[in-house]
């Protein structure tokens, strides 16, 4: 296993364009976490899936974003009507549920609203 | 509530020690990490503390944990230039299973 792969690694895109990213986790782990990082702050939590079950999501997901793990396995992030204040860093990770493991987290897609 | 806060900039000088505090507001905290994150890189764990330790050391680093001050350390014996980085401290508590994380502290090492 390589690792938390993301997809696509940039994206540009105009205004008010949808987007979706990917996210494939490393293929045991049951956690999928999808994390927010603009420039100069740390790593803000979106939403996570246990299997594909959505458990949680922030206050910072507004209704134009939704997220699906389908199958308990990849998960998608989807962003309507893009604005440019999402332009950021969309960082997604996997874990096993035991208390304490290790969060593994992708490289990211780095998005950019025009 | 959940706020956990980081110093901004760090600058030694190679060989020295680096020494990077965060400070967190829940206390109801179970695990304590300390991530690196390299530029273009995603996050890296470099360790993590249980709330019921006060001290871990793993090879050149060192972490420490006050829970009475819920101040966390994390320090880095001969600092190298490759460890030049931002590290972010982040949280778990009993109430969630996501993880907080400090706004970082960028480390600049320089020969």
């Known amino acids: 296993d390589t690792g938390v792969s993301q997809n696509p690694r940039h994206k540009i895109t105009k205004r008010g364009q949808n987007v979706t990213f990917r996210c494939d986790p490393i293929?045991?782990?049951?956690?999928l976490y999808w994390y927010r990082q603009t420039l100069g702050q740390g790593p803000e939590f979106l939403t996570y899936?246990?299997?594909?079950?959505?458990?949680?999501k922030s206050r910072l997901l507004s209704d134009r974003f939704s997220a699906e793990r389908p199958k308990g396995s990849f998960s998608t992030l989807e962003i309507q009507r893009t604005e440019q204040g999402d332009s950021a860093m969309y960082l997604c990770?996997?874990?096993?549920?035991?208390?304490?493991?290790?969060?593994?987290f992708g490289q990211g897609t780095r998005l950019t609203v025009v | 509530g959940e706020d956990v806060e980081q110093s901004l900039f760090l600058s030694v000088r190679e060989g020295d020690s680096s020494v990077i505090n965060c400070t967190y507001t829940?206390?109801?905290?179970?695990?304590l990490y300390w991530y690196k994150q390299e530029p273009g890189a995603g996050l890296q764990l470099l360790t993590y503390?249980?709330?019921?330790?006060d001290m871990k050391q793993d090879q050149r680093l060192t972490v420490l944990l006050n829970k009475k001050d819920k101040h966390l350390s994390l320090r880095i014996a001969d600092t190298q230039t490759g460890d030049s980085a931002i590290y972010f401290c982040?949280?778990?508590?009993?109430?969630?299973?996501?993880?907080?994380f400090g706004t970082g502290t960028r480390l600049q090492v320089f020969p």
């Open positions: 503390i249980f709330s019921n330790m």
């Open positions: 990770a996997s874990s096993l549920i035991l208390p304490g493991t290790e969060a593994f």
């Open positions: 829940d206390s109801s905290s179970t695990y």
């Open positions: 899936f246990q299997n594909e079950a959505q458990l949680e």
């Open positions: 293929s045991e782990h049951n956690r």
């Open positions: 982040a949280e778990i508590t009993y109430n969630t299973d996501k993880l907080i």
